[in-house]
C-alpha cells in the first residue's frame, strides 16, 4: 500500500491503524475507511491520505512528521516512511520492521515489546522508552538510531537492544532495569541515573555521575558474543574487529539504587 | 412526566415489584392530580427504582488529587472522549471529575458522598464537587484525629468538643463525622499507630474508645442525620474482625456507620492463615441496633488505595512494593495513597473478595449493609454491576468461585450461601437504605414529596450486570440526564449541607492562630463554593 499525505498540515494525525495488522487483506476502499483524528476531529484514513495499491505487503508512507502512532502495537509485517515520522511511531510494537529514511519524533519505540525500528537520521526524546507511570519501557527489540537522540533514551528499558550511532541527549537509560544501550557518539549528562540493572556501552568517555564506580579494565565475553551477533543484522552498525577484542572499563551503578546496572568504555 | 407502566420496586413504600405511575412536576414526585406536564415515558416492561444513592466514595479533594497525579499510567487505559453533552476525561481507577459525574449517572446512582475531606481541604473537595455534574452531593469530615478532638477528649470536655464538632461541620460545609483509625492518624505523625482500642495515643492521654464515644454521643446530641461514619483500628490486618466487632458493640447505644466493613472483617493470625471473619460480622450486625455499614466488595483487577489512614498505606507500600505518597494534614489528619491490584489467584485477594459478598448475604435486615467499593480502594465505583450480578444469582458466584483461588472455599463460607437478592433487597443495599443511614428523607423512595431522582433498567435476568451497568433512564430532577446508558442533558446537582451554627471561643482563635498555617477568619468554607445547596435541619 502506498500512503501520500494529500496536505501538509502542522494538525497532528493520530493513526494507530496504519499498521500491517489493520491493513492485511483489505482494499484501497477499506483502509481508506479506517478512522484517524485529525486534531480532535475524527475523519478516514482517506481524508488525510491519497492511497494506491502497489500489489505489494509493505507499507510505504511519504512523509509525514505530523502523523502519530504509526505501527502502533503491530505484531508482523513492514512499514517503510520516505521521509520523517511522528511521534509515537511503532510504541508498543510486538514484531515487525518499520524504517525510517528520515527523523523520527519523540517516543518512538516506546513500551515496544518486539521487532525492529531503525531510522537513518536523527530520533527525539524518550526513544525506547516508558510512559509515563509505567514500571517498564522497551522490553525487547532492536532499535537502531543512524543519527543523534534526544533525552532519556531507553528510560526504564527491561529487555532490548537500542544503538544510536550519533550523541545521546541527557539521562540516557534512566532507571534502565534491564537490556542494552550502545551509543557511538558523545553520551549526554547525567547517564543511567537510577539505573537498576542493564548495560550501557560507549566509544567516546563519559562524565559519569558520582554513584557509579570503576571496577576494572578488560574485555567482557558476553560484548564479545553480542557484537558479533549485532553484525550479523543487515543495519550496518559500525561494530569493528577492535570493539569485539578491545579492553573496555566497566563502571558499576547506580549506587543510589540497587546498583547492578553497568556502563562499558571502550579503551582500546 | 408520568413514568407509565414501569415495574416499580420502591422499598421504602413497600412496593415490590408492581406496576404503579409515577407523576413528576417541578423536579418532585407528586400526587397524580398535581401534574401539569404530560409528558410521558413508556416503561412497560422495564424496571423502575429510586436513583442510586453513594453512601461512601472518594471522588474529591486532594488525596483524590493526589492520587490523579501519581497515575498516569492509570488514565492512559481509559481515555473518555467528548460528546454534545459530555466534556473529555479520563478513567480509570481516579477518573476526571466530569467523568466521575458521568459514570455515575450512567448507572443510575443520582447521590454521591465524599466520604473523607481534611478540614484543611474541604474547600479543594467542594472545588470538585461543582466540577462532578448530575448527581448531588457531599462530604464528611475527617474528626477522629483532629488536635481540638484529642484535646477535648482527654480533658474530658464534652461540651466544648460538641460545639467544636458543629463549628468544623459549618466551617467544611461537611455533613457527617468521618473517623478513620482513630488515634492512629495522630500517632502516625511520630511513626507510631494504634492497635487496639486502649491503646494511648501519641502525646495525648487518650484511647480509641474515648474518641469513638464522645464522638458518637456528640453527632448524636447535635442530631446529625448521619451517624459517625468510623473507618476502624487495624484496618487491612489479619485477625482485625476482632476489633471491628468490638467498636460496634462498645458504641452502643450510639447510632454508628462503620464503613468499607470486608476491609475490618479478617480472621486468622498473620497472611498465611489469613481466613475470612465476614460470618462473625455479620452474625454481630445482625444483633445489633442502630448499626448499618458499607461493605467495600473488591473487584478483581486495578485499585488505588487512597485513605486518611496513614500507617496502613504505609504499611501497605512495604506489602506490595508499589509506589507510595504519604500526607501529613497539620493538627487534623493524614493520607496516603497506594496503587494496588487485586488478583483472583492471590489467595488473599480472593478471601478479600469472598468477605464482602458474605457480609452482604449474611446479614438479615439489608436496611443494614450497603453496596459500595470504596471506590477506589477496592475497586472502581462503575463496576458495581458486577457485584449485584453475584448478589441476586447463586449461579453465577459459583462461577466466579471456579475462577478464584481454589483456598477460598476453605477459608470462607461463601459457597454455601444460598441467599439470591431480590430487586427489592438490591434497591435497598444500593438506595433505600443508604438514604435512610444518611438521613435523606428525599432520596432513596418514589413516594409523593421525593426528589424525581430515577432509574429505569431493561432488566434481564440472564444478564444482570449488563442490565445494571447502564440505565434506560435516569432521572435527575425530574430531567432525563441518561437515555440508553448515555448522558443526554447536562445538569447540575446540589451540595448537600447542615444548619449547625457555633463559634470558636476566644481560647480556641489563639489556638489556632498560633499553631495553624491558615488564619481562622480564612479558614471556614464560603459560600460561593456552594452555588446550589440544599440546607438539611438537624432535630
Ligand atoms: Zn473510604
Known sequence: MLLNPLVKTAIPVTAPCITPDWFSGKSVEEVGNLPVYYGNKEKRLRDVFDIKDDGKDIITLGSVPTVKYIGKGMTAGSIVIKGDAGMHLGAEMKGGCITVEGNVSDWAGAEMKGGEIVVAQ?????????????????????????????????????????????????????????????????????????????????YESPALLPTFTYDAEYNPTWLRVFLRELQKTPHRIPITQNHIEGTYRRYNGDISELGKGEIFVFHE | MIIKNGTVYDPANNINGEKVDIFIEKGKIVDESELRDKKEIEAS?????????????????????????????????????????????????????????????????????????????????????????????????????????????????????????AWLLHATKGYAVKIVNPGGVESWKWGKNVSSLDDTVQNFNVTPREILKNLARAADELHL???????????????????????????????????????????????????????????????????????????????????????????????????????????????????????????????????????????????????????????????????????????????????????????????????????????????????????MTAKGHLGVGADADISIYRFDEEQIQKSFQKAAYTIKDGVIVVKDGTVVADHMGKTYVLDVKADLSEEERQIFSKYYTVQVSNYPVEEAYLPQKEVVTCR
Open chain 1, 122 to 202: 536523527n530520533a527525539g526524546h524518550c526513544l525506547g522508552g516508558a510512559y509515563r507511570g509505567s514500571k517498564s519501557g522497551m522490553n525487547k527489540g532492536l532499535i537502531v538510531v543512524k543519527g543523534n537522540a534526544g533525552n532519556e533514551v531507553g528510560g526504564l528499558m527491561k529487555k532490548g537492544i537500542i544503538v544510536v550511532e550519533g550523541n545521546l541527549g541527557d539521562a540516557a537509560g534512566c532507571s534502565m532495569k534491564g537490556g542494552t544501550l550502545i551509543c557511538y557518539g558523545h553520551p549526554g549528562n547525567r547517564l543511567g541515573a537510577l539505573m537498576q540493572r542493564g548495560s550501557i556501552v560507549l
Open chain 2, 45 to 165: 416492561g422495564l424496571v423502575v427504582l429510586p436513583g442510586g444513592v453513594e453512601i461512601h466514595t472518594h471522588i474529591a479533594g486532594s488525596k483524590v488529587n493526589i492520587a490523579r497525579i501519581m497515575r498516569p499510567e492509570d488514565h492512559r487505559k481509559d481515555v473518555v472522549r467528548k460528546t454534545p453533552y459530555q466534556r473529555s476525561g479520563t478513567g480509570y481507577t481516579v477518573p476526571t471529575t466530569f467523568t466521575i459525574g458521568y459514570r455515575y449517572a450512567e448507572m443510575g446512582y443520582t447521590t454521591v458522598w465524599e466520604a473523607a475531606a481534611p478540614p484543611l481541604g474541604a474547600r479543594h473537595s467542594h472545588e470538585e464537587l461543582l466540577d462532578i455534574p448530575i448527581v448531588d452531593k457531599g462530604i464528611f469530615t475527617l474528626m477522629g484525629s483532629n488536635y481540638f478532638v484529642l484535646k477535648y477528649t482527654e480533658e474530658g470536655e464534652f461540651e466544648k468538643l460538641k460545639n467544636f464538632v
Open chain 2, 225 to 439: 442525620p448521619h451517624s459517625i461514619h468510623v473507618h476502624c483500628n487495624n484496618l487491612g490486618s489479619p485477625g482485625n474482625y476482632a476489633i471491628t466487632r468490638e467498636t460496634i458493640e462498645m458504641l452502643s447505644p450510639y447510632r454508628r456507620h462503620i464503613t468499607h466493613i470486608q476491609f475490618n472483617s479478617y480472621a486468622g493470625e498473620d497472611w498465611g492463615t489469613f481466613t475470612s471473619g465476614g460470618s462473625d460480622i455479620a452474625a454481630t450486625l445482625n444483633k445489633s441496633k442502630n448499626v448499618t455499614c458499607d461493605v467495600g466488595q473488591v473487584i478483581f483487577g486495578d485499585a488505588t488505595t487512597m485513605t486518611a489512614d496513614g500507617p496502613w498505606q504505609h504499611t501497605l507500600f512495604k506489602l506490595s512494593g508499589n509506589k507510595w505518597a504519604n500526607s501529613d494534614v497539620e493538627m487534623e489528619t493524614g493520607a496516603g495513597i497506594v496503587p494496588y491490584r487485586f488478583k483472583k489467584k492471590n489467595v488473599v485477594n480472593a478471601i478479600q473478595w469472598s468477605i464482602g459478598l458474605e457480609v452482604l448475604l449474611l446479614t438479615e435486615d439489608p436496611y443494614k449493609v450497603f453496596l459500595t467499593t470504596d471506590h477506589p480502594n477496592a475497586g472502581p465505583f462503575y463496576h458495581y454491576p458486577q457485584v449485584m450480578e453475584l448478589l441476586m444469582s447463586r449461579k453465577k458466584r459459583e462461577e466466579m468461585l471456579e475462577t478464584v483461588h481454589p483456598l477460598v472455599k476453605e477459608r470462607s463460607v461463601l459457597p454455601s450461601i444460598e441467599r439470591e437478592y431480590s430487586l427489592s433487597d438490591l434497591a435497598v443495599v444500593t438506595r433505600a437504605g443508604t438514604a435512610r443511614a444518611l438521613g
